[in-house]
């Protein structure tokens, strides 16, 4: 199941990537046309084989809740979910790592649990926060470390930053 998600998030950005590589493919066709020292007859008429670009409409920036900055950046097939009841489990175990230096491992257990509700939803960005927390409470975990180097990986394979640790974003607020 995360297999597909993550592969389902790789082709989705691959093919953001592919329309802007098309863009500039356009463009750059378009600029070598129009800086070309061939003039066109007098009696022929120029139609721009683009023009039907002008008329589709343009989406709206991607921007939910009150984390517009995150959702900028976020996967396309990002859902925002409810982790109310996860984040206050981790906030439990919290506590309790407070009374109980032993409770290491529950504490990274909740983040664990988080981060993979938030895989499940695209938010690979905050998931990749909770990993990340959750793998310096418990190192030896290797799920958890498999699916924290498979996201990394997936955003080298696309080229792009993941998010520097401490900078992840909240997870989408549910509205």
Do not use: W
């Not at 790789?10 to 098309?22: E, H, K, P, R």
């Not at 958890?144 to 520097?164: C, G, L, V, Y």
């Not at 909240?170 to 509205?175: E, G, I, Y």
């Amino acid at each position: 199941m995360n297999k597909f998600l993550i592969l389902s998030f790789a082709a989705l950005i691959s093919i953001g990537c592919n329309s802007t590589a098309n863009q500039t493919t356009t463009a750059n066709t378009n600029s070598a046309v129009q800086t070309s020292n061939i003039q066109p007859p007098k009696d022929s008429t120029i139609v721009s084989s683009h023009s039907h670009d002008a008329e589709k409409p343009v989406p709206p920036p991607l921007t939910t809740g009150t984390n517009k900055s995150a959702a900028s950046t976020e996967s396309p097939m990002a859902r925002p979910i409810d982790v109310a009841e996860l984040t206050a489990d981790i906030e439990k175990a919290e506590k309790d790592l407070t009374k109980n230096p032993n409770a290491k491992e529950e504490l990274a257990k909740a983040y664990f649990v988080r981060a993979t509700a938030l895989t499940d939803a695209a938010q690979y960005r905050a998931a990749l926060g909770d990993y990340r927390k959750g793998l310096k409470l418990n190192p030896k975990d290797e799920d958890a470390k498999a699916m924290h180097d498979q996201i990394i990986s997936i955003f080298q394979s696309i080229n792009r930053e993941p998010p520097k640790e401490g900078e992840e974003p909240k997870p989408l607020a549910v509205k």
